[in-house]
């Protein structure tokens, strides 16, 4: 085999394409410049009728390019525009269409369709005279009136509108902007009324709709995208907010009102996003701190104030800040009573609180408004278990230590009562019999809650020390069945013979 030279090798690749090149010059020298464009047309066609459009579209653009007087070459482009949703792009080559053959109807009649769907009416309804007036086909006919008909009524509607409007009835406004848009879907100017009527109307999912159908339709739309932002940002949205803001500023990097509403979403992003960062890390104290600082940033949009107020809740009941946590919680509930995150958050500081009662009542409020939530259930059935241990033996009481007490605190707390109830200490039967239970339980509530194992499924609403209580029964609580006897030979000061010389010096 010879071997090709890489400068050979590569002219060989573009033999065909230069082939094709010179094909067209040819057809262009020898005055067969139809037969290239009417090759373009017949191709265009086929690939329209399969489908293709847009190598149906290259096709008709190489024929208006081979001859700018073609009137079929643009009228074939519009329909391919047509059939991919352009009609932008449609209108101009229906109007060349139109200015190089002023009889061809049908053209006409489907740009006063055209100029409908856009709202333009008086162009619209021009078109549709026209065509009436130029000897049309039954069928054109009856299809120029019926739309002349339909835009006069439009005309009329439109008018009732703008006063509707202009006299604050935004509802009537809507019922016939509903009909409008109907029509002329691809209308700007009808979205951008009906939009803000719903922002009149407190109806502001639909406004989003229309504006953002109305920042497509309008090219260059910057007012859309600055309303956009701001009714996220008044509906507590930062993110969404900024992404619209940021639309804008796109288009016109010197828009006033898009850059200073820029400015202050970014500032209260950013506070957003480190004061959630400081979530994930646990430093629930810095968070409460930060989303303080939101509040003072934007103090004027009230979602803003209980989404800050929400996860400050939700910090303080984790930082186990219980009256706190209890207070900002209630105050975000007043405001949305269905809040399930401050209902769970404010549970977990009423079981902190001892208060159970309470904690079962708002686990039972939040299941109602979030039927599967895993957390619930288990913190109502936590809840439950709790109440009813307290109502049993409940070794924070005994001790007469708080929920979240440090083991430290615990210790002291034990060597105080143990000093106080041991039974040496009583010489009455009777009241001897009464230390011996109570230094039993101050013992057991000292053994539970030093060891973290124990501690945790107390706090569960188990009873390590209770047999009937133990998943799969418990190994730590043999030396205390049995009562004081057994007890004798369980030294709760540490290992060593069992010796009450108490040293607390």
Same mark, same amino acid.
């Given at each position: 085999?010879?071997?090709?030279?890489?400068?050979?090798?590569?002219?060989?690749?573009?033999?065909?394409?230069?082939? %094709?090149?010179?094909?067209?010059?040819?057809?262009?020298?020898?005055?067969?410049?139809?037969?290239?464009?009417?090759?373009?047309?017949?191709?265009?066609?086929?690939?329209?009728?399969?489908? &293709?459009? =847009?190598? =149906?579209?290259?096709?008709?653009?190489?024929?208006?390019?081979?001859?700018?007087?073609?009137?079929?070459?643009?009228?074939?482009?519009?329909?391919?525009?047509? *059939?991919?949703?352009?009609?932008?792009?449609?209108?101009?080559?229906?109007?060349?269409?139109?200015?190089?053959?002023?009889?061809?109807?049908?053209? !006409?009649?489907?740009?006063?369709?055209?100029?409908?769907?856009?709202?333009?009416?008086?162009?619209?309804?021009?078109? /549709?005279?026209?065509?009436?007036?130029?000897?049309?086909?039954?069928?054109? @006919?009856?299809?120029?009136?019926?739309?002349?008909?339909?835009?006069?009524?439009?005309?009329?509607?439109?008018?009732?509108?703008?006063?509707?409007?202009?006299?604050?009835?935004?509802?009537? =406004?809507?019922?016939?902007?509903?009909?409008?848009?109907?029509?002329?879907?691809? #209308?700007?100017?009808?979205?951008?009324?009906?939009?803000?009527?719903?922002?009149?109307?407190?109806?502001?999912?639909?406004?989003? $709709?229309?504006?953002?159908?109305?920042?497509?339709?309008? $090219?260059?739309?910057?007012?859309?995208?600055?309303?956009?932002?701001?009714?996220?940002?008044?509906?507590?949205?930062?993110?969404?907010?900024?992404?619209? %803001? !940021?639309?804008?500023?796109?288009?016109?990097?010197?828009?006033?009102?898009? /850059? $200073?509403?820029?400015?202050?979403?970014?500032?209260l992003n950013k506070q957003i996003q480190a004061a959630e960062e400081l979530i994930q890390q646990q430093m629930y104290s810095d968070a409460v701190s930060k989303y303080e600082s939101?509040?003072?940033?934007?103090?004027?949009?009230? &979602?803003?104030?209980?989404?800050?107020?929400?996860?400050?809740?939700?910090?303080?009941?984790?930082?186990?800040?219980?009256?706190?946590?209890?207070?900002?919680?209630?105050?975000?509930?007043?405001?949305?009573?269905?809040?399930?995150?401050?209902?769970?958050? !404010?549970?977990?500081?009423?079981?902190?609180?001892?208060?159970? @009662? @309470?904690?079962?009542?708002?686990?039972?409020?939040?299941?109602?408004?979030?039927?599967?939530?895993?957390?619930?259930?288990?913190?109502?059935?936590? =809840?439950?278990?709790?109440?009813?241990?307290?109502?049993? !033996?409940?070794?924070?009481?005994?001790?007469?230590?708080?929920?979240? *007490?440090?083991?430290?605190?615990?210790?002291?707390?034990?060597?105080?009562? *143990?000093?106080?109830?041991?039974?040496?200490?009583?010489? #009455?039967?009777?009241?001897?019999?009464?230390?011996?239970?109570?230094?039993?339980?101050?013992?057991?509530?000292?053994?539970?809650?030093?060891?973290?194992?124990?501690?945790?499924?107390?706090?569960?609403?188990?009873?390590?020390?209770?047999?009937?209580?133990?998943?799969?029964?418990?190994?730590?609580?043999?030396?205390?069945?049995?009562?004081?006897?057994?007890?004798?030979?369980?030294?709760?000061?540490?290992?060593?013979?069992?010796?009450?010389?108490?040293?607390?010096?």
């Amino acid at each position: 085999m010879v071997a090709i030279n890489p400068v050979a090798h590569k002219l060989l690749n573009y033999v065909p394409f230069l082939l %094709v090149l010179i094909d067209l010059r040819y057809e262009g020298v020898n005055g067969g410049k139809d037969g290239g464009v009417e090759n373009h047309l017949e191709m265009g066609k086929k690939l329209l009728a399969a489908g &293709q459009l =847009a190598d =149906a579209l290259s096709h008709f653009h190489a024929a208006v390019d081979g001859d700018t007087k073609n009137y079929m070459a643009y009228y074939r482009r519009a329909t391919v525009y047509l *059939a991919m949703g352009k009609s932008k792009s449609a209108l101009p080559d229906l109007s060349k269409v139109i200015e190089l053959k002023p009889d061809f109807t049908s053209a !006409r009649l489907q740009r006063g369709n055209l100029l409908l769907k856009h709202g333009k009416l008086d162009e619209a309804e021009s078109d /549709f005279k026209k065509v009436l007036k130029s000897n049309p086909s039954s069928r054109e @006919e009856q299809e120029a009136q019926s739309q002349l008909k339909k835009s006069d009524e439009i005309q009329r509607l439109v008018g009732q509108a703008q006063s509707d409007f202009n006299r604050r009835d935004y509802g009537s =406004a809507v019922s016939h902007l509903d009909i409008i848009i109907d029509t002329c879907v691809w #209308d700007a100017d009808s979205r951008e009324m009906r939009a803000e009527c719903f922002i009149q109307l407190g109806e502001m999912g639909k406004a989003i $709709s229309d504006l953002k159908a109305a920042s497509k339709l309008k $090219s260059d739309n910057t007012q859309a995208f600055y309303k956009l932002s701001t009714i996220y940002y008044n509906l507590g949205d930062h993110e969404m907010s900024l992404n619209e %803001v !940021r639309e804008c500023l796109k288009l016109d990097p010197d828009h006033k009102q898009c /850059f $200073s509403h820029y400015k202050q979403v970014k500032k209260l992003n950013k506070q957003i996003q480190a004061a959630e960062e400081l979530i994930q890390q646990q430093m629930y104290s810095d968070a409460v701190s930060k989303y303080e600082s939101v509040m003072k940033t934007e103090p004027n949009v009230p &979602q803003f104030i209980l989404n800050a107020k929400e996860r400050m809740c939700h910090c303080l009941s984790k930082d186990q800040q219980t009256a706190k946590a209890i207070s900002v919680c209630s105050e975000v509930l007043k405001a949305d009573p269905q809040n399930v995150n401050a209902l769970k958050d !404010r549970a977990e500081a009423y079981l902190q609180d001892d208060q159970y @009662e @309470e904690a079962i009542k708002d686990f039972e409020s939040a299941q109602e408004h979030s039927e599967n939530d895993r957390q619930i259930k288990e913190g109502l059935e936590r =809840a439950q278990r709790l109440l009813k241990q307290s109502q049993k !033996r409940d070794y924070y009481k005994i001790l007469g230590v708080k929920r979240t *007490a440090q083991k430290k605190e615990i210790l002291k707390a034990y060597r105080k009562l *143990a000093q106080q109830w041991h039974p040496d200490n009583f010489q #009455d039967a009777e009241e001897k019999k009464k230390a011996e239970k109570k230094f039993i339980d101050i013992a057991q509530a000292k053994e539970v809650l030093t060891d973290p194992e124990m501690r945790s499924k107390f706090d569960q609403g188990e009873d390590p020390m209770d047999p009937e209580s133990q998943q799969g029964g418990g190994h730590h609580h043999h030396h205390f069945h049995g009562g004081w006897d057994n007890f004798q030979g369980f030294n709760p000061f540490g290992s060593g013979p069992f010796n009450f010389k108490f040293n607390f010096n």
